[in-house]
């Protein structure tokens, strides 16, 4: 069975903890980072963690990734996103790779704020995975041994700002505001018998109470073996490291299709982004101030159940 593990901040000190059924059975161990976490207590440990509980109301949760981990992103990672993100998905046959920077990663009920610059504030919910182990060579990731390499899941939603990430074509810039990260509330540890479950979680996403994004893992493009597999031949991670696998379609973005992309690639730049720009203020699911965002992630029989993001959007000072 899965472990639903929080990191959270009471009386003046940083625990981690089991959940279950709203109460919080701190771990007897420091554990300073996601990673060390991870590397030195296993699952069945947990299930027998017990003694003195704490409600969840009476302690403030922070992010079950600590800052000290790697942000790595899977973009247009499902069929539906790709189409409204302007792509033929059955044209683009490569994993879109790009980071986020670790300083915006933030408590699952953090506000959100919104940059004075940032005119075009967007959402994105995504399923993220915790690396279980270091990884610094090529390795050949399988359904059959995923248990040795993923830890957990996390909600991640990956905010971004279109008028940055798209014309300037800065993914990293446009995603990385500080809040643009909320991670958790809870991570959920996993063990082998788990995995299945990666194939068949639903993804929802509202803006005051409006279902903006519902999808499921089933409909991953590049799944998490086939992912994992390609990004050790790239790059080294460490156990505690997040990989966000990509959103759902129904973002506020929206781009204009392959055809229309050819002509405008035809016109002057100024042009070109004048007009995208225009498209997007007639966009009225951008998010603006007041605005509440909630995301969650759950299995149809309730044995995965992420918690519930809820970030509401407040403009910078």
Request: hydrophobic share 40%; glycine share 8%; with cysteine.
């Amino acid at each position: 069975m899965p472990v639903h593990v929080v990191r959270f901040e009471h009386q003046n000190e940083t625990r981690w903890g089991v959940l279950r059924q709203g109460r919080i059975s701190p771990l007897p161990g420091r554990y300073a980072s996601t990673g060390e976490l991870i590397r030195q207590v296993e699952v069945e440990e947990l299930t027998n963690v017990h003694g003195d509980e704490l409600a969840l109301d009476s302690v403030k949760l922070l992010s079950p990734i600590t800052r000290d981990q790697q942000f790595v992103c899977q973009g247009a990672n499902y069929r539906q996103h790709m189409i409204e993100s302007g792509m033929d998905p059955d044209a683009k046959h490569f994993n879109m790779i790009f980071t986020k920077a670790q300083s915006c990663i933030v408590a699952a009920d953090s506000d959100l704020i919104k940059p004075r610059q940032v005119r075009f504030l967007d959402y994105e919910i995504e399923l993220g995975l915790v690396l279980r182990r270091d990884i610094t060579g090529k390795v050949a990731v399988t359904d059959a041994n995923l248990h040795e390499f993923i830890a957990g899941v996390v909600i991640v939603n990956d905010y971004s700002a279109r008028d940055i990430q798209i014309p300037q074509m800065q993914f990293y810039k446009g995603k990385s505001f500080r809040t643009f990260g909320p991670v958790g509330p809870y991570l959920c540890l996993l063990q082998k018998n788990d995995m299945r479950y990666l194939k068949e979680l639903q993804l929802r996403l509202t803006v005051n109470g409006e279902v903006r994004q519902s999808d499921s893992t089933a409909n991953l493009v590049h799944g998490p073996a086939e992912t994992l597999s390609e990004l050790s031949g790239v790059q080294d991670f460490v156990a505690g490291d997040l990989i966000a696998t990509g959103t759902p379609a129904g973002c506020a973005l929206s781009v204009p299709s392959p055809a229309k992309q050819r002509i405008a690639a035809l016109l002057p730049e100024h042009i070109k982004w004048k007009a995208f720009l225009k498209t997007q203020a007639g966009r009225s699911q951008y998010l603006k101030a007041g605005d509440l965002v909630e995301a969650s992630i759950r299995s149809a029989d309730g044995v995965i159940d992420l918690g519930v993001q809820r970030n509401r959007v407040v403009e910078q000072a």
